[in-house]
């Protein structure tokens, strides 16, 4: 079993991450957005967005420059584990805080988490092996490109998104 997530912890991992796309990440007002919304617009609202980057980086120097990936992937997870209770130093008044302060965040945002530590824990365990190692793989390029067309798309009408804000009401007396 160990042999086997040492072989394919790439496609899990990025079947994770795509997961999370797709899954409620975070309440804003009356709108909930989902994992793709908050990877489009995340830059925005602080540090824990830049583990994505940090990921790709993670990515690119997997085979040449394992050490290098793995460190790569640790300080992903450390940005993208920021909003955890048992960490919890994330700030940002993007974030909607439960009543207790901490953060709110849902299904996408553990996911995404999940999807981050198994790429660690898989280059931990290859972290030794000589640069030029194995190849991602097709179904890997496949997960990676619908990766990007998710983020693409996650701004449609059919992602689910409410884009423009709901127009006021107009009350009954100003007619």
């Known amino acids: 079993m160990l042999a ?43 540090s824990a967005w830049w583990a994505n980057p940090l990921l790709c980086l993670a990515l690119m120097l997997r085979r040449n420059r394992p050490l290098l990936s793995l460190l790569a992937a640790v300080a992903a997870l450390v940005l993208a584990a920021q909003w955890l209770p048992v960490i919890g130093w994330g700030d940002s008044a993007l974030v909607p805080r439960k009543a207790n302060g901490q953060a ?24 030794r092996q000589a640069p030029g190692g194995p190849g991602q793989g097709w179904l890997a390029w496949v997960l990676v490109a619908a990766i990007y ?24 007396n100003s007619i």
């Not at 849902?106 to 790429?119: D, E, I």
């Not at 059919?158 to 006021?168: D, Q």
Request: charged share 5%.
């Open 4 to 46: 086997l997530f040492k072989r394919h912890y790439v496609v899990l991992s990025l079947a994770l991450y795509l997961g999370s796309l797709f899954l409620d990440a975070v309440p804003v007002s009356e709108v909930t957005m989902r994992g793709m919304h908050v990877l489009t617009l995340g830059w925005l609202g602080g």
């Open 104 to 127: 709110n965040l849902l299904g996408a945002y553990y996911l995404w988490l999940l999807a981050l530590a198994a790429y660690v824990a898989g280059q931990f365990l290859n972290r």
């Open 149 to 172: 067309a998710t983020a693409a798309f996650s701004f449609s009408v059919g992602s689910g998104a409410n884009v423009t804000p709901p127009a006021p009401a107009i009350p009954s």
